[in-house]
C-alpha cells in the first residue's frame, strides 16, 4: 500500500490550503482513512478522519470548523481543505489507511510521507 500526500506549503495565517493523499495497492473504498500532524517537539496528533463510503467524518476539537476532510473513491484520494488556518497549525501533516470501514482516531495500518505546512503570523 503506498499514501502519497501532497499539497502542504508556507501560507499566512487566516489563510487556506487543500492536502491532497493519493492511495494505492489496496481497495481504496473499503477503508476508512484518517489525516494525523505532528508539529516540532510535539506527538503526533490526530486532525479527522472519514469513513469508507465518505459519509461519516470525525474532527479533533482544535480543527473543527475550520477543516473539511472529504474522499473521491472514484478517484482514490483523500482531501484535506484547511481554512483559517493558524500559526499552531503548522506540522508534518500525514494521511493513513485504516484496516476497518469505520472511521476512528486511532492510528492507522499505513502511512504516507508527510506533507509541511507552515503557517506565518
Known amino acids: 500500500v503506498q499514501l502519497q500526500a501532497s499539497g502542504g506549503g508556507l501560507v499566512q495565517a487566516g489563510g487556506s490550503l487543500r492536502l491532497s493523499c493519493a492511495a494505492s495497492?489496496?481497495?481504496?473504498?473499503?477503508?476508512?482513512m484518517s489525516w494525523f500532524r505532528q508539529a516540532p517537539g510535539k506527538e503526533r496528533e490526530f486532525v479527522a478522519g472519514?469513513?469508507?463510503?465518505?459519509?461519516?467524518?470525525y474532527y479533533a476539537d482544535s480543527v473543527k470548523g475550520r477543516f473539511i476532510i472529504s474522499r473521491d473513491n472514484a478517484k482514490n484520494t483523500m482531501y484535506l481543505q484547511m481554512n483559517s488556518l493558524k500559526p499552531e497549525d503548522t506540522a508534518v501533516y500525514y494521511c493513513?489507511?485504516?484496516?476497518?470501514?469505520?472511521?476512528?482516531?486511532?492510528?492507522?495500518?499505513?502511512w504516507g510521507q508527510g506533507t509541511q505546512v507552515t503557517v506565518s503570523s
Open positions: 495497492g489496496r481497495t481504496f473504498s473499503r477503508y476508512a
Open positions: 493513513t489507511s485504516l484496516s476497518t470501514a469505520y472511521t476512528t482516531t486511532y492510528p492507522g495500518t499505513y
Open positions: 472519514i469513513g469508507s463510503s465518505g459519509e461519516s467524518t
